[in-house]
């Protein structure tokens, strides 16, 4: 089971920390991945970690802003989000790879744990 937390509605410039906790399987076995879905569009990858936290991959769009890190101790994966724009309006998702020993990839197809999803919305 995965739930996300942390989201909300910020202004652009500002910043959010997603929090995704994990239980049901050992967590540090499997890398993780950030998801997010605009209205109207498709679910897009935003970033992935794997199991041990040194193998890291982002999307383009967030490349220098958002920050992936995961807490194996707790169970717990984040985004950490800073100058936030009004594109990066969308639910986000976090996601556990379907295999364990593997690193993280940018297809939601290769994903088959996913949390309900929170709300990031920003103001212009």
């Known amino acids: 089971q995965l739930v996300e937390s942390g989201g909300g509605l910020v202004q652009a410039g500002d910043s959010l920390r997603l929090s995704c906790a994990a239980s049901?399987?050992?967590?540090?076995?499997?890398?993780m991945g950030w998801f997010r879905q605009a209205p109207g569009k498709e679910r897009e990858f935003v970033a992935t970690i794997s199991g041990s936290g040194r193998t890291i991959y982002y999307a383009d769009s967030v490349k220098g802003r958002f920050t992936i890190s995961r807490d194996n101790a707790k169970n717990t994966v984040y985004l950490q989000m800073n100058s936030l724009k009004p594109e990066d309006t969308a639910a986000y998702y976090c996601s556990s790879r379907n295999r364990p020993g593997l690193v993280g990839t940018t297809l939601a197809k290769d994903y088959n744990y996913w949390g309900q999803g929170t709300q990031v919305t920003v103001s212009s």
């Open positions: 049901g399987r050992t967590f540090s076995n499997y890398a």
